[in-house]
């Protein structure tokens, strides 16, 4: 039996590949008002984004995640979406 295998015109890395918490967002032009992917949830009920409200300086930025609140998050928590 002979199988034919779909190969599709994007590149799909498998779970874990890609090494989020390496990253950093110096490279990035980061403003407020800026939606936020989160690495790690300040609360295990809280969402998964957050948005940035104002720049502290040293990579700090002070944001607003939903079901938690106000928090000071590390430039290296986040990613933009």
């Not at 409200?53 to 986040?78: M, Q």
Request: aromatic letters at 14%; hydrophobic letters at 35%; proline letters at 7%.
């Amino acid at each position: 039996m002979q199988v034919t295998y779909y190969q599709p015109n994007f590149c799909i890395l498998p779970v874990g590949q890609i090494d989020w918490s390496t990253k950093n967002s110096c490279d990035l032009t980061l403003t407020p008002d800026t939606w936020v992917h989160l690495l790690k949830l300040p609360s295990e009920y809280s969402y998964d984004e957050a948005l940035l409200l104002c720049d502290l300086g040293e990579d700090k930025w002070v944001a607003w995640v939903p079901n938690y609140g106000e928090t000071v998050l590390d430039a290296r928590d986040f990613y933009p979406t």
